[in-house]
T-cell receptor
Framework: EAQVTQNPRYLITVTGKKLTVTCSQN?????MSWYRQDPGLGLRQIYY???????DKGDVPEGYKVSRKEKRNFPLILESPSPNQTSLYFC????????????????FGSGTQLSVL | RKEVEQDPGPFNVPEGATVAFNCTYSNSASQSFFWYRQDCRKEPKLLMS?????NEDGRFTAQLNRASQYISLLIRDSKLSDSATYLC???????????WGLGTSLAVNP
């Protein structure tokens, strides 16, 4: 089954304790992205990757790191989480971006609800 | 002004009603437009792509008006299962970045 797998689904942690949220897709997609979603602010892009070893900052990259060593995986790393990073996080992938057609369709993971105490 | 703006609603409609949402975009260079559906605390899922000629998929019709810079979504014969938030998305700029609206909430009541 074609899917984006994101783990964990729920995570409660404390300030400063490094964590990683994993994301994996099995569709051979070139493009992957991380979003956070907060009430009243909508979906905001954290980082994205157009292909292996190519990553770029989105709108809210501060406090986050990513890597794209393999095509299928795009982990999100919080080196020192803070309470303002409490949010609902989504990983997404698409065949390509910028094509201006349905190949831009984004497939989302089921989300990670992160609480930083 | 936000790049993509939507009326947040909520729109409360009875089953069987026809409801329409509009979404305005500010970047005239926008090329691609999409409607995504999101259920509460779940991941967004693509509902429809929006083409220049408009497109229809069952009870759903999407239209693009480039002159006025808005896209619309029409839902006919609303079902209880249509209750969700509908997100408008456009793709614009040199890096073809996706710009998301905040969503329009729809509640279909029995």
């Amino acid at each position: 089954e074609a899917q984006v797998t994101q783990n964990p689904r729920y995570l409660i942690t404390v300030t400063g304790k490094k964590l990683t949220v994993t994301c994996s897709q099995n569709m051979n997609h070139e493009y992957m992205s991380w979003y956070r979603q907060d009430p009243g602010l909508g979906l905001r892009q954290i980082y994205y990757s157009m292909n292996v070893e190519v990553t770029d900052k989105g709108d809210v990259p501060e406090g986050y790191k990513v890597s794209r060593k393999e095509k299928r995986n795009f982990p999100l790393i919080l080196e020192s989480p803070s309470p303002n990073q409490t949010s609902l996080y989504f990983c997404a992938s698409s065949l390509i971006q910028g094509a201006g057609n349905t190949r831009e369709k984004l497939f989302f993971g089921s989300g990670t609800q992160l609480s930083v105490l | 002004r936000k790049e993509v703006e939507q009326d947040p609603g909520p729109f409360n409609v009875p089953e069987g009603a026809t409801v329409a949402f509009n979404c305005t975009y500010s970047n005239s260079a926008s090329q691609s437009f999409f409607w995504y559906r999101q259920d509460c605390r779940k991941e967004p899922k693509l509902l429809m792509s929006v083409y220049s000629s408009g497109n229809e998929d069952g009870r759903f019709t999407a239209q693009l008006n480039r002159a006025s810079q808005y896209i619309s979504l029409l839902i006919r014969d609303s079902k209880l299962s249509d209750s969700a938030t509908y997100l408008c998305v456009s793709n614009a700029g040199n890096n073809r970045k996706l710009i998301w609206g905040l969503g329009t909430s729809l509640a279909v009541n029995p």
